[in-house]
């Protein structure tokens, strides 16, 4: 089993346990990158392509051409241009805010929005002094807290990113089904735009620590306290960010270097260094999502918790490693499934946001609200896929795609790079870009719904045969496991218990060199799960430490496997447990996506010092980041797999106790044959990236172009994947209540009758939406919360309660409503006046309200787009710029209402008073 997570995207060669699979689907860091390389003459050229029939298998285009433009506003102009004019078809990232408007107008292109877009941050570096000698403000706990509040969220949604985004405060947003379990606690925390009260902050704990302040400087023992910022200088959004905080905290009196770069330079400087060489102090992280995950556990983990290696040190254990044990304990519960209920996990997901948000070794800043691109003369929209993660950026959609116009000439796709990290399964893979072309060489076991998360089958079945919140099924004690002590396969005995046993069913085809993609591949992944997280001893040359800290916590919850006898299905037993049977079957995902010989090769390369998992351990260990696609170790690969086939080599997971495991050996002719492809695959393409998707890499060229051409050898109908293209989001179509100027009397019940539709559905039913309301006082504080009743119609739905504790005033009320189908929820946002008892009735008046900012509440924003019925994906509508919650006019009516109501009271109740 092969797992490998870090930095980006949990990549995983075979055993996507959920973890893996939620990091690689939920926020990870992507950068958004570029070397500012110009392309020239990469015009589209003629291929001879055919219209693939529907029901042939595979994509529905024979080819397509990946081509890198590293310049956004260039990128923008290819796709008006077209890929058969020698511009591109679609763009596979995120159009530039200030670029949006003028796109919206143009004839040529269709503007797609996903609001669950990228995700912006800032990690900073703690390591103490006493690590360094030297002083650091980001060690102090109360320093790092104040910057929350000089962020100024509002003014990079606003100002920097044009509206396009939302505040983001935890590492789960709006856009998150976790969002109705969490929004009640990240409301309390009370995060606001504050620069003065994070300044206090920051003084107070630099005063506290020793420092002293002399004119504007801040100095330590009467040295000027100096730092270093790393702003990403190839995205627009983040230099602007980088630079408004470095002048915040040069006005602060701190002394701020500056180092320019892009996600290349950062794997260096940032990610593959020791904190404490102090070559950092703060980056301006950017994250996203490759594919939607509905529970944000690996989220929390990845973001908060050590283990993963996503927290300055990155689990290299030559280096300094911040590690807090309370939030480590808290997530590893989350994602080992170490709760008994949903109530239980929740308090525990709740309790880790509110330490991290303590602790703040990173902040988060703004969810990106992208716009995605193409040209609709070459591009029909019932085509792409609008995934809640990646936006048109994902496998579904090149799936789909096909030139309408021009067919001759095949579909080319823009993207802002190939590739800016590594492709090996373990370790690379931790860049948006290099997902996205893996994506499309890859096919998974199961996957994600692209509009709600749910776990779908994809190239295997599963079925949840028995789950229990204890460890009390028996597991049989022919089962087995690997030893990584003795290094062969072991029955693992009677006696043992696990909570959950889980039955997978494959459905096999064969890997882009032709070879066989069968059991033997999915036992090597076990083999290397066991193997490579656990060190024999200390000359065991088949150990990464960086990798067992990785998978550690989730390696702990798999007891056993159980292969079937004739290699089609294996039997997984846990000690794992979640509510959802869905989570639990994609938890420890054994499919695989890398043939078992091109492992065995990267393996030796590992041990032998010509290359390292991770960019870290490469960094330590002095050698290259081991990448399968590069051309150079492509040929150190095909090297091994020569000297494996000329001495007949056959790795010790399959003869070393190999007769426990029920299955025949493998034989020394598909060993040979399968060294045989693989040389001659990589002779033929020149890389080492072989596969088992629709797409096979025809053509490599680094920082240039990436050629797919389709496999109709892959076993998947279409028609799994065609469906995704039609959204089926909640919509808040009216809100009937008593509104401004009109007055609710106090004591008299707020009553307001909400109208909710699906797209492609029709009027809502409770079992089809997610639902709450927020009340907040005439200071923006919340009161409380509560869940809207169904009226027994469809679409109709109902808000009551009593008056009587609230404050005359203006007050206001949020709803939140989502579909079962698609995570997107609609978000409205209204204002309503409680006044003095009185008698008269009140006018009810019927609204379709609009988004604002929040009834003065700036720790929690409501999501400053569109919230009318979001359109399909080819009549997108652009999100209105932020209004403020009540303008001057109405306050001014309020205002004279309530006036006039007071007065009215007075008059009636007034007695005449007696002479003395």
């Known amino acids: 089993m092969v797992l490998r997570f870090k930095k980006g995207v949990l990549s995983i060669t075979f055993l996507n346990l959920k973890l893996m699979h939620n990091l690689m689907a939920t926020k990870k860091l992507f950068a958004i990158l570029a070397l500012l390389i110009l392309l020239g003459g990469m015009f589209a050229f003629q291929v001879n392509i055919k219209n693939v029939e529907a029901q042939q298998n595979g994509p529905a285009s024979d080819t397509i051409i990946l081509k890198q433009v590293t310049n956004d506003q260039q990128a923008m102009a290819q796709v008006d241009l077209g890929g058969d004019q020698g511009g591109t078809d679609i763009h596979f990232f995120r159009a530039p805010p200030a670029q949006i408007s003028e796109l919206l107008t143009d004839p040529n292109i269709v503007v797609v929005f996903n609001k669950r877009g990228g995700y912006l941050s800032f990690i900073f570096n703690p390591v103490p002094m006493q690590e360094t000698g030297k002083f650091n403000p980001f060690e102090y706990r109360e320093f790092r807290q104040g910057l929350q509040y000089i962020v100024e969220r509002q003014k990079i949604v606003t100002d920097i990113t044009k509206g396009y985004a939302i505040p983001w405060f935890v590492p789960i947003s709006w856009f998150d089904y976790d969002w109705l379990y969490v929004a009640d606690n990240v409301e309390k925390l009370g995060i606001k735009d504050d620069v003065n009260y994070g300044y206090q902050l920051m003084a107070d704990a630099l005063t506290k620590a020793g420092a002293v302040k002399v004119g504007n400087t801040w100095t330590y023992n009467g040295v000027p306290i100096s730092i270093t910022i790393f702003i990403r200088s190839d995205d627009p959004?983040?230099?602007?960010?980088?630079?408004?905080?470095?002048?915040?905290?040069?006005?602060?009196?701190?002394?701020?270097?500056?180092?320019?770069?892009?996600?290349?330079?950062?794997?260096?400087?940032?990610?593959?260094?020791?904190?404490?060489?102090?070559?950092?102090?703060?980056?301006?992280?950017?994250?996203?999502?490759?594919?939607?995950?509905?529970?944000?556990?690996?989220?929390?983990?990845?973001?908060?918790?050590?283990?993963?290696?996503?927290?300055?040190?990155?689990?290299?254990?030559?280096?300094?490693?911040?590690?807090?044990?309370?939030?480590?304990?808290?997530?590893?519960?989350?994602?080992?499934?170490?709760?008994?209920?949903?109530?239980?996990r929740n308090n525990l997901l709740n309790q880790a946001i509110l330490l991290g948000y303590k602790e703040s070794v990173r902040i988060f800043l703004a969810e990106l609200y992208d716009a995605y691109i193409y040209n609709k003369r070459r591009v029909s929209g019932a085509d792409v896929v609008n995934?809640?993660?990646?936006?048109?950026?994902?496998?579904?959609?090149?799936?789909?795609?096909?030139?309408?116009?021009?067919?001759?000439?095949?579909?080319?796709?823009?993207?802002?790079?190939?590739?800016?990290?590594?492709?090996?399964?373990?370790?690379?893979?931790?860049?948006?870009?290099?997902?996205?072309?893996?994506?499309?060489?890859?096919?998974?076991?199961?996957?994600?719904?692209?509009?709600?998360?749910?776990?779908?089958?994809?190239?295997?079945?599963?079925?949840?045969?028995?789950?229990?919140?204890?460890?009390?099924?028996?597991?049989?004690?022919?089962?087995?496991?690997?030893?990584?002590?003795?290094?062969?396969?072991?029955?693992?005995?009677?006696?043992?218990?696990?909570?959950?046993?889980?039955?997978?069913?494959?459905?096999?085809?064969?890997?882009?060199?032709?070879?066989?993609?069968?059991?033997?591949?999915?036992?090597?992944?076990?083999?290397?799960?066991?193997?490579?997280?656990?060190?024999?001893?200390?000359?065991?040359?088949?150990?990464?430490s960086t990798y067992a800290s990785a998978v550690g916590p989730t390696l702990q919850s798999l007891i056993a496997i159980k292969p079937s006898s004739d290699g089609n299905s294996i039997t997984i037993y846990l000690n794992y447990w979640h509510f959802d049977k869905g989570e639990i079957a994609v938890f420890l995902d054994p499919w695989v996506t890398t043939p078992w010989q091109l492992l065995y090769a990267m393996e030796q390369m590992y041990i032998n010092k010509q290359g390292s998992w991770y960019q870290s351990e490469a960094n330590a260990r002095g050698t290259v980041?081991?990448?399968?696609?590069?051309?150079?170790?492509?040929?150190?690969?095909?090297?091994?797999?020569?000297?494996?086939?000329?001495?007949?080599?056959?790795?010790?997971?399959?003869?070393?106790?190999?007769?426990?495991?029920?299955?025949?050996?493998?034989?020394?002719?598909?060993?040979?044959?399968r060294y045989s492809n693989s040389i001659k695959f990589i002779d033929t393409y020149g890389h080492a990236l072989i596969s088992n998707g629709l797409f096979i890499l025809n053509q490599y060229v680094p920082n240039n172009q990436a050629i797919l051409q389709a496999n109709r050898a892959d076993p998947l109908d279409p028609a799994k994947w065609k469906a995704f293209t039609v959204e089926k989001l909640a919509s808040?179509?009216?809100?009937?209540?008593?509104?401004?100027?009109?007055?609710?009397?106090?004591?008299?019940?707020?009553?307001?009758?909400?109208?909710?539709?699906?797209?492609?559905?029709?009027?809502?039913?409770?079992d089809q939406i997610r639902n709450r309301y927020w009340v907040y006082d005439t200071s923006g504080n919340l009161l409380f919360s509560g869940d809207l009743t169904y009226a027994g119609t469809p679409g109709s739905f109902n808000i009551q309660f009593p008056t009587n504790n609230l404050e005359t005033g203006v007050h206001s009320l949020k709803i939140y409503v989502g579909s079962i189908y698609a995570l997107i929820p609609d978000i409205k946002q209204i204002s309503f006046i409680i006044g003095p008892p009185i008698t008269s009735p009140p006018q009810t008046i019927t609204t379709t309200p609009t988004t604002t900012t929040g009834p003065g509440d700036s720790s929690i924003t409501p999501p400053q787009v569109n919230e009318t019925t979001t359109p399909p994906?080819?009549?997108?509508?652009?999100?209105?710029?932020?209004?403020?919650?009540?303008?001057?006019?109405?306050?001014?009516?309020?205002?004279?209402?309530?006036?006039?109501?007071?007065?009215?009271?007075?008059?009636?109740?007034?007695?005449?008073?007696?002479?003395?």
């Not at 500056?258 to 703060?282: C, E, N, T």
């Not at 100027?741 to 492609?760: C, E, L, M, R, T």
């Not at 009540?886 to 309020?894: E, M, S």
């Open 237 to 344: 959004v983040r230099l602007q960010i980088g630079e408004d905080l470095a002048t915040k905290l040069s006005n602060f009196g701190l002394q701020v270097n500056k180092i320019y770069g892009d996600l290349l330079k950062a794997f260096d400087v940032v990610y593959g260094s020791d904190p404490r060489a102090l070559g950092w102090h703060i980056y301006t992280e950017g994250w996203g999502a490759t594919a939607l995950t509905k529970y944000q556990d690996g989220s929390v983990y990845q973001f908060y918790a050590s283990p993963l290696g996503f927290m300055p040190g990155w689990a290299e254990p030559t280096f300094w490693n911040y590690a807090n044990e309370t939030i480590d304990d808290l997530t590893t519960k989350l994602v080992t499934g170490n709760f008994t209920s949903l109530d239980e």
């Open 387 to 544: 995934e809640y993660a990646s936006g048109l950026a994902n496998r579904f959609t090149l799936y789909n795609i096909k030139p309408i116009v021009n067919t001759n000439i095949p579909i080319v796709g823009g993207v802002k790079y190939l590739s800016r990290g590594a492709f090996n399964p373990i370790g690379g893979l931790q860049d948006v870009y290099s997902v996205f072309l893996y994506y499309a060489l890859s096919d998974p076991g199961m996957w994600r719904d692209p509009h709600n998360g749910e776990v779908i089958p994809w190239r295997e079945n599963f079925n949840v045969i028995a789950a229990s919140t204890t460890p009390s099924i028996d597991v049989p004690a022919d089962a087995i496991k690997w030893d990584p002590i003795n290094h062969r396969w072991v029955n693992v005995g009677s006696g043992l218990k696990a909570k959950s046993v889980v039955q997978y069913s494959f459905t096999f085809g064969n890997w882009h060199d032709g070879s066989p993609n069968n059991i033997y591949d999915i036992l090597y992944s076990f083999y290397f799960l066991w193997e490579w997280s656990n060190q024999a001893n200390a000359t065991d040359q088949r150990y990464s």
């Open 625 to 673: 980041w081991l990448d399968p696609i590069a051309a150079s170790q492509a040929a150190v690969i095909r090297g091994w797999l020569a000297q494996f086939n000329s001495t007949n080599s056959i790795p010790d997971a399959f003869t070393s106790g190999w007769s426990l495991t029920g299955l025949p050996q493998i034989t020394l002719d598909e060993v040979k044959a």
């Open 732 to 766: 808040i179509d009216s809100i009937s209540y008593t509104a401004p100027p009109n007055i609710i009397p106090k004591g008299q019940d707020f009553v307001a009758k909400v109208q909710i539709s699906i797209s492609n559905v029709g009027p809502a039913t409770s």
């Open 873 to 916: 994906p080819t009549t997108p509508s652009p999100p209105p710029t932020p209004a403020p919650t009540i303008d001057i006019l109405t306050i001014t009516i309020i205002v004279l209402a309530i006036l006039v109501v007071a007065t009215l009271a007075v008059v009636f109740l007034r007695r005449p008073a007696a002479k003395a």
